[in-house]
């Protein structure tokens, strides 16, 4: 098997959803489930080429591992298993997904199949009329010089990106491998990618939805609210496709859970979901790895009271614990230690955390910080590190950026 190390293992944690067909609270969801980011260019050779069943069933075993995703479909625009809609990976030699299915299969593993979405290079490269448009009609990319030539060093990270939205082209091409992988596999459920990149788009089709609902391109609020609105539709398309050949199949489309301002969060797509996740990546990218401990929230939907645990917080040197009303927040300094001084407020009264309260409550500033300095030593969060995700990665030499 491919070097565990050319992996990058995300964990997810299930927690309860409210979308339709959701899960009953008293039905138990797999507790321990990994992602298995499989993301290979066509660079890379002997894709899967040392895949051995048993080891990867130890593994799991190991791992205590009882959900894992494998990947159909990557950001590169490869399948993973002999296709007749989409392109199978041309260093891959057989049915990679089908032998990795098996394997969870024969020893009570669940395998929900990943499928990506916004960004899919190849396909944006052989179907411009796919990708998805700014307003002057250029294309819409993360890091990605449309003008470089094929030599050209790229930066990490960049990718193009398409319009999954129906009425086009590359919407009506998800469904149709979607229906081959489920016409072709016993599938657990589905686990569609990255739906957190497009908040508006002016291809040819958006723009014809436009004009049908009369919206005036220019106001960007009416056209994240359309963008949100299709999208969501899209989603319903492919919840109805899988649960004509898999009624009991998980789906989960990424990013639609963000707690945030956007249209995304507003119109409710999380509730196209069966259940929700939360992706917590390792350290190299970024520190997510450091997730609170856990507290179920079953007992509150039988009415009962859960009491809230003290909230801790920590991200590239600035700090924070929240307990009750009150929160203890520190903004890192440039320089090492990092710690820059505490500041304390009273939620209750001021949210917009405008009164510092740190002389009128000296008390509380010592017993917070002291939680919170309990807390970092339990999840080894020092020495602090002021430096971005980017420049961790530079630094790493392990990390994909400084692979040759």
Same mark, same amino acid.
């Given at each position: 098997m491919i070097k565990i190390n050319l992996f990058l293992i995300s964990i997810f944690i299930l927690a309860m959803s409210f979308a339709q067909s959701q899960r009953s609270i008293n039905e138990l969801v797999p507790s321990r489930q990994v992602h298995l980011d499989f993301h290979t260019s066509e660079f890379i050779p002997g894709i899967g080429e040392k895949f051995d069943k048993k080891q990867f069933q130890e593994a799991l075993k190991i791992g205590h591992i009882n959900q894992i995703n494998i990947f159909a479909k990557c950001c590169h625009s490869w399948s993973y298993y002999p296709?007749?809609?989409?392109?199978?990976?041309?260093?891959?030699? #057989?049915?990679?997904?089908?032998?990795?299915?098996?394997?969870? *299969?024969?020893?009570?593993?669940?395998?929900? @199949?990943?499928?990506?979405?916004? &960004?899919?290079?190849?396909? !944006? @490269?052989?179907?411009?009329?796919?990708?998805?448009?700014?307003?002057?009609g250029s294309f819409i990319g993360l890091n990605y010089d449309f003008s470089a030539t094929d030599t050209t060093e790229r930066p990490f990270n960049s990718w193009r990106t398409l319009c999954w939205l129906p009425g086009g082209p590359y919407h009506q091409n998800i469904l149709k491998q979607v229906e081959e992988l489920c016409q072709k596999y016993q599938a657990d459920g589905f686990w569609f990618d990255m739906y957190h990149i497009l908040p508006r788009c002016y291809c040819d089709n958006c723009i014809a939805r436009y004009k049908i609902e009369g919206i005036d391109i220019n106001d960007?609020? !009416?056209?994240?609210?359309?963008?949100?609105?299709?999208?969501?539709?899209?989603?319903?398309?492919?919840?109805?496709? @899988? !649960?004509?050949? *898999?009624?009991?199949?998980?789906?989960? #489309?990424?990013?639609?859970?963000?707690?945030?301002?956007?249209?995304? #969060?507003?119109?409710?797509?999380?509730?196209?979901?069966?259940?929700?996740?939360?992706?917590?990546l390792p350290t190299t990218w970024g520190g997510y790895d450091k997730l609170p401990n856990g507290k179920s929230l079953v007992p509150s939907l039988n009415g009962k009271v859960v009491k809230r645990e003290?909230?801790?917080?920590?991200?590239?040197?600035?700090?924070?614990? @929240?307990?009750?009303?009150?929160?203890?927040?520190?903004?890192?300094?440039?320089?090492p230690p990092y710690e820059?001084? &505490?500041?304390?407020?009273?939620?209750? %009264?001021?949210?917009?955390? !405008?009164?510092?309260?740190?002389?009128?409550?000296?008390?509380?500033?010592?017993?917070?910080?002291?939680?919170?300095?309990? &807390?970092? /030593?339990? /999840?080894?969060?020092?020495?602090?590190?002021?430096?971005? &995700? #980017?420049?961790?990665?530079?630094?790493?030499?392990?990390?994909?950026?400084?692979? %040759?």
């Open positions: 296709t007749k809609i989409g392109n199978m990976h041309p260093n891959l030699k #057989f049915d990679l997904l089908g032998a990795e299915i098996e394997a969870c *299969h024969d020893i009570g593993v669940k395998c929900p @199949i990943y499928y990506i979405v916004g &960004w899919s290079t190849n396909d !944006a @490269i052989s179907h411009p009329d796919w990708c998805a448009r700014n307003k002057d960007d609020a !009416a056209v994240e609210k359309s963008m949100a609105l299709a999208s969501k539709e899209h989603m319903k398309q492919l919840r109805q496709l @899988i !649960a004509k050949y *898999h009624p009991n199949a998980t789906v989960f #489309f990424n990013a639609t859970p963000h707690v945030n301002n956007s249209e995304v #969060f507003k119109e409710e797509l999380y509730t196209m979901n069966t259940q929700q996740e939360l992706e917590d003290p909230i801790f917080f920590e991200h590239e040197a600035n700090r924070a614990v @929240i307990d009750e009303n009150w929160k203890l927040v520190s903004k890192g300094t440039r320089k820059g001084e &505490w500041e304390l407020y009273d939620l209750s %009264k001021d949210p917009a955390e !405008a009164k510092n309260l740190m002389a009128s409550y000296p008390k509380i500033d010592s017993r917070l910080s002291v939680l919170w300095v309990k &807390w970092a /030593n339990e /999840n080894h969060i020092f020495p602090l590190d002021n430096r971005g &995700w #980017f420049e961790k990665i530079k630094a790493d030499k392990g990390s994909p950026l400084n692979m %040759k």
